[in-house]
């Protein structure tokens, strides 16, 4: 969870510009240019809250995706332990036990990330208070829905969800939480929540193999260089320094491995939501079904190029290396101490 607060902002910067590249800004003045042109742009025209505009889902999933996470590669260890009879597994299979574990957590990582992409993109086409007609324009059945809404207690704040969400849009209120997930099962039914599961799984799988094998492999040569070559196999305690160093180069080797396939799976989930700031309907992108993870590859690859499927992959490997470090410090750090 303290990862996912320091993390986040780079992580909004670089949905954003994953999401333009499939639906770019009606506005060309929204159109970002990069990282910092994205930072800068969404303080200017948001706030600091627009900062962590979804913050609430990912922070919740973080906990339950990275605890399911640690657990199926343990589970995965065991198992090739069980079918090969050796203790000490090697780099390749513990990379294999990691990629059961990306896959597997992969399902559930994919909803959550599907809600928190939405509401990450929600004012990248629009100002609110722009797009918004005065109520004395509107007919009477729309100022309606401008009336005062009743107060939304604690819960439904943090959440942002509101009794009356159904006219959020209509109020100039972006749609909350349970207002995404209600629309996308009214219009995909509960499959849709797993839009872009495709990009999400292929990630995880080769991202997930590649950050737990980098990191045993940088534990294992810093461990070496501390003790000497001559170190039992079974002291694989790390310092505090060595866990945050493996973690950090781990983190930016995750994020390499199979970037494209976050940006599509990006650009996949928050088309919908990009095309409702839009004068033409989304009514056609529903009945025509969600789109395909390799179509939309293919024409993201062709209008951009390698370098589009790139986008903000820079940021995104500076946000991964302290949030990997931290994440390491703490886990090897809390096994030493229960071990």
């Known amino acids: 969870m303290v990862s996912e607060v320091i993390e986040y902002p780079a992580d909004l910067a670089k949905t954003r510009l994953q999401a333009q590249l499939l639906t770019p800004a009606v506005d060309e003045s929204r159109i970002f240019k990069g990282p910092m042109d994205t930072l800068k742009q969404t303080w200017k025209n948001e706030g600091f809250r627009g900062l962590y505009r979804g913050l609430p889902a990912p922070l919740a999933g973080s906990m339950v995706e990275t605890a399911a996470l640690f657990l199926s590669y343990s589970y995965f260890q065991n198992l090739i332990r069980k079918y090969t009879g050796t203790q000490q597994l090697t780099i390749p299979q513990l990379g294999l036990a990691a990629a059961g574990a990306g896959f597997a957590s992969s399902f559930i990582l994919t909803p959550i990330e599907l ?43 943090i959440l942002g969800y509101h009794p009356a969400s159904p006219h959020d849009r209509a109020s100039g209120r972006p749609p909350g939480i349970f207002a995404i997930v209600r629309s996308t099962i009214e219009t995909h039914g509960v499959r849709g929540l797993w839009l872009g599961q495709t990009g999400t799984l292929l990630r995880e799988t080769g991202g997930t193999a590649s950050w737990f094998a980098v990191k045993e492999w940088v534990a294992s040569e810093l461990l070496d260089h501390r003790l000497g070559p ?3 196999p079974t002291n694989t305690t790390l310092l505090p320094w060595e866990s945050a160093v493996s973690g950090a180069i781990s983190g930016a080797a995750c994020v390499l491995a199979l970037y494209p396939a976050d940006t599509v799976k990006s650009a996949i989930q928050t088309e919908e939501e990009l095309l409702s700031h839009r004068p033409v309907s989304v009514s056609s992108v529903a009945k025509s079904g969600p789109p395909s993870f390799f179509g939309t590859l293919t024409k993201m690859y062709a209008t951009h190029g390698i370098r589009g499927l790139y986008a903000g992959c820079g940021m995104t490997v500076l946000r991964a290396v302290p949030s990997s470090g931290v994440v390491f410090v703490v886990v090897d750090g809390l096994g030493a101490w229960i071990g």
């Open 230 to 232: 001559q170190r039992s």
């Open 115 to 157: 809600v928190k992409c939405k509401m990450q993109v929600q004012l990248m086409n629009s100002s609110t208070t722009a797009r918004v007609p005065p109520i004395h324009a509107l007919p009477k059945s729309a100022a309606t829905l401008r009336a005062p809404l009743p107060p939304a207690s604690l819960f439904e704040r």
